[in-house]
């Protein structure tokens, strides 16, 4: 008895890119009604100036589904070529079943293979390495990667460190085969020693046995530090596994999570002029998995990054967990 | 083996690249927060930065007695000794 294997396509890419962004506008001036801030010392230590939460009508699961509709177009696969839905979720509050069956049935991908994935704010990261994976081996053709989020619903409005932070919201990318490589080898990895650096306050037992909330916490001084330093080293080991130099490079798309964490990758990667930075933090805040893709869809609609581009996306977050790739931009 | 002078310069000019504050402002008495309005993100990078510069390690523990630039250049010394 032989057991049969099978190959796949020979390489992958991004076929098309989609977002959505909830419709309730919270300023800085709104956030320093619940927490003891202002806009300025928010504004000087993110970036942001308004976020977006989700209003009436709005979940997890609308955001996701607008911005896979919106992908899907763009990538002129149809529906029923979708043969793997991958959502990447930390907010998404039934545990069972996951969102991405119910997301690939709404979306017409019948049948197609669906799962979750939880990896924080490198979970978009993560997917595209997973989707990849799967084209390449011939267990999928066409994947759908999506990153939705409504942290506004783990965090906690009384704590002045992060409640400015966090944001709503939902990207996605169509990947599928292709005769020329549009996807780096992914540099990934954890360090689940550093795990309480960002963490919930409790699990949902705990949150239901004591009546409180299961908050996100973060100790913003140590993720800064990870990130400033060991996770621009990883950006630069990405750039080496790709056989590429800074000067390759049309667009850096880190996860937004800080515009100051950005600005000190940047020091570190000591990338040249011409590169576009993603800076989406601005006006959606941090929306963890989605955060990547919509900065990517933000670039690309506004002309600033163009179809073909090359570049460099890499989320970091609780886990402690990173993963980064460079893609040619749909 | 770096001098205080080596060490100091080569600080100033991290302090530089992180906060735009002035080489020559960089001076061994001045307090990085009161004096060079270094802010506590500001001052978390050029930590790390010290740390791959200097091939030192600074735990947070010592990262919060560096109050001046002064301290910092002891500091590295004396991990570097």
């Known amino acids: 008895m032989t057991l049969l294997a099978r190959t796949g396509a020979r390489y992958a890419r991004i076929l098309g890119v989609g977002r959505a962004l909830p419709s309730r506008v919270v300023d800085n001036a709104e956030m320093c009604t619940y927490i003891d801030s202002s806009d300025e010392w928010i504004r000087q230590r993110t970036g942001i100036v308004e976020r977006r939460w989700i209003a009436d009508g709005e979940s997890v ?159 913003g001084r140590q993720v800064f530090r990870w990130a400033s330093g060991f996770v621009a080293d990883a950006a630069l080991d990405i750039l080496e596994k790709s056989g590429l130099t800074p000067d390759d490079l049309d667009t850096f798309i880190p996860h937004q999570a800080n515009n100051r964490i950005t600005d000190a990758m940047l020091r570190h990667l000591k990338l040249p002029e011409h590169v576009k930075v993603a800076r989406s933090i601005v006006n959606y805040g941090n929306n963890s998995a989605a955060s990547i893709p919509i900065a ?32 040619t931009l749909p | 083996m770096a001098t205080s002078e080596e060490i100091l310069s080569t600080l100033a000019e991290l302090v530089y690249d992180v906060a735009d504050v002035p080489v020559e402002d960089v001076q061994l008495d001045k307090s990085f927060v009161d004096d060079l309005d270094i802010d506590s993100l500001a001052m978390v990078e050029i930590i790390v930065g010290i740390e791959e510069k200097f091939g030192v390690t600074v735990p947070d523990d010592e990262a919060k007695n560096l109050k001046t630039v002064g301290d910092a250049v002891t500091y590295i010394e004396q991990a570097k000794a």
């Open chain 1, 61 to 219: 699961e609308t955001l996701a589904r607008d911005a896979s509709l919106e992908a899907i177009a763009n990538s002129g696969v149809a529906p029923a070529d979708i043969d793997a839905v991958i959502v990447s979720t930390v907010s998404y509050f039934h545990q069972t079943p996951g969102l991405a069956p119910k997301l690939a049935f709404q979306l017409g991908a019948i049948g197609a293979a669906a799962y979750d994935i939880s990896a924080a704010c490198a979970g978009f990261c993560y997917a595209i390495a997973q989707a990849e994976a799967l084209i390449r081996s011939g267990a999928a053709t066409h994947v759908l990667v999506v990153g939705a989020e409504t942290l506004s619903r783990l965090t906690d409005l009384s704590d002045r460190s992060t409640a400015f932070l966090f944001a709503d919201g939902a990207g996605a990318v169509v990947i599928g085969p292709s005769d020329v490589n549009g996807i780096s080898p992914v540099v990934w990895g954890s360090d689940g020693e550093a795990g309480p650096t960002i963490h919930q306050a409790t699990d949902w037992e705990g949150a239901v046995r004591d009546q409180t909330w299961p908050y996100i916490w973060m100790d």
């Open chain 1, 296 to 327: 990517m869809s933000e670039m690309l609609a506004s002309g600033e990054a163009k179809s073909g581009d090359t570049a460099l996306i890499i989320g970091f977050g609780a886990g402690l967990v990173y993963a980064g790739q460079v893609v």
